[in-house]
């Protein structure tokens, strides 16, 4: 997989992220569970491509998922890499009842396949993984993380492992660029759709690692729209992830 170099991208605020979903749902009805599987399958392939040397039959990759669309998208790169024949683990931040609607249904569909799903407290000390994927806190993040969600990060960050986050690093602040305590140590983000402005900030660089952004079936002219008044062009014409300079 070739991945293209892009600059003069726009950088959207978390607000206007919102706005991109709504418009996603109501005004274009393409659903969440669309953009949750393009997520999940962009995430398998640069995980793949990136970490994996082109092939994860037999390597070894942890899930960090949480109960929101975040982890949802991580669950989705989960079963792709499994089907690619990686041996998957997953560690969820909360019972399944918690979870959102349509990131319950991607964990049913892992349970259902018989892949391993554990809580925080069955981590393991040290990590023989190949990769740790975040799928933690994505542009929901609200304040510092707390509970099973930060023990989750601190055992990330503890590791000798390659991280790939989902959208952004699980404890940065997507508009502010606030980095919170604790905050994901990434080697490499694959944030969506269009990349979040608090990534721009020189204090999250160690946060973010490389930058990539991934389509996740946007029509440009959604925004054009007067709620957002962005022009961008077709990014991905050459490819469904791109690597921002």
């Known amino acids: 997989m070739i991945i293209p170099w892009a600059s003069n991208?726009?950088?959207?605020?978390?607000?206007q992220m919102i706005e991109v979903d709504r418009a996603m749902i109501e005004d274009f009805h393409i659903e969440l569970i669309q953009m949750m599987e393009n997520a999940g399958r962009n995430l398998a392939?640069?995980?793949r491509e990136r970490f994996l040397d082109g092939?994860?039959?037999?390597?070894?990759?942890?899930?960090?998922?949480?109960?929101?669309?975040?982890?949802?998208?991580?669950?989705?790169?989960?079963?792709?890499?499994?089907?690619?024949?990686?041996?998957?683990?997953?560690?969820?931040?909360?019972?399944?009842e918690a979870f959102t609607p349509i990131p319950k249904h991607q964990l049913d569909i892992v349970r259902r396949m018989g892949m391993p799903v554990h809580f925080a407290d069955s981590l393991p000390a040290n990590s023989t993984a190949n990769l740790i994927l975040?799928?933690?806190?994505?542009?929901?993040?609200?304040g510092a993380p707390r509970g099973t969600a930060a023990e989750l990060i601190a055992w990330a960050n503890q590791?000798?492992?390659?991280?790939?986050?989902?959208?952004?690093?699980?404890?940065?602040?997507?508009?502010?660029?606030?980095?919170?305590?604790?905050?994901?140590?990434?080697?490499a983000t694959m944030t969506?759709?269009?990349?979040?402005?608090?990534?721009?900030a020189d204090r999250v660089a160690?946060?973010?690692?490389?930058?990539?952004?991934?389509?996740?079936?946007?029509?440009p002219q959604l925004y054009a729209e007067p709620a957002l008044r962005l022009e961008v062009d077709n990014l991905f014409s050459q490819s469904d992830i791109i690597r921002l300079k």
């Open 9 to 15: 991208v726009p950088f959207v605020d978390t607000d």
């Open 45 to 47: 392939h640069l995980a």
């Open 55 to 96: 092939n994860p039959l037999r390597k070894h990759v942890t899930i960090l998922a949480g109960t929101g669309g975040n982890g949802g998208g991580a669950l989705v790169a989960a079963r792709r890499l499994h089907n690619y024949g990686a041996a998957v683990q997953i560690f969820i931040t909360k019972p399944d």
């Open 134 to 142: 975040d799928g933690v806190i994505g542009y929901s993040l609200k």
């Open 159 to 187: 590791q000798n492992t390659p991280i790939l986050a989902l959208d952004a690093p699980s404890g940065v602040d997507t508009t502010s660029g606030t980095v919170h305590s604790p905050a994901i140590a990434a080697t």
């Open 192 to 200: 969506l759709a269009l990349p979040k402005a608090g990534l721009l």
């Open 206 to 219: 160690t946060q973010v690692g490389e930058l990539y952004l991934a389509d996740i079936s946007v029509p």
